[in-house]
């Protein structure tokens, strides 16, 4: 029927709503580096380093294992294993699950989801990279 069309767009989350976002399929598995000058909104799997200028939105059952995730938001409804610095805010859904440091403007953690990292927020002026390995510091020796 004519119209419908119009339906799935309405539906579809804010995160990837708007001009140029690509979406990974479920089923889909990307092995390697993803860089991306819009939104994504990922329900496959991704191993590697992703570097988007838009928003990057996980599925229930998505997931993400790498080493740095830089994005503008982060909205997590499945898994990610990586450090994550965005320029604006995180969120981790009741259903998310996040290991790594993040640095961001702002942290939204829901009750049930899982968080284990160090988190730095921001201004969002001068965000720097997260350490690739927060052990591996040196100590300062005071």
Not at 23 to 31: F, L, R, W
Request: hydrophobic share 30%.
């Amino acid at each position: 029927m004519l119209g419908r069309g119009n339906q799935q767009a309405k539906n579809q989350p804010q995160a990837t709503q708007g001009a140029g976002y690509t979406y990974i399929e479920k089923g889909t598995t990307i092995k390697g580096d993803l860089t991306s000058s819009g939104s994504v909104r990922c329900d496959g799997n991704i191993n590697g380093n992703i570097a988007i200028k838009g928003n990057l939105e996980l599925s229930v059952g998505a997931s993400i294992e790498g080493e740095t995730i830089e994005c503008d938001n982060l909205i997590l409804h499945g898994s990610v294993k990586a450090n994550v610095l965005a320029k604006g805010k995180i969120t981790i859904t009741k259903s998310g699950k996040l290991v790594g440091d993040v640095k961001a403007v702002a942290l939204d953690i829901e009750s049930g989801a899982v968080f284990s990292g160090r988190s730095e927020m921001n201004s969002g002026a001068a965000l720097e990279k997260p350490a690739e390995k927060p052990a591996d510091k040196p100590s300062s020796g005071r």
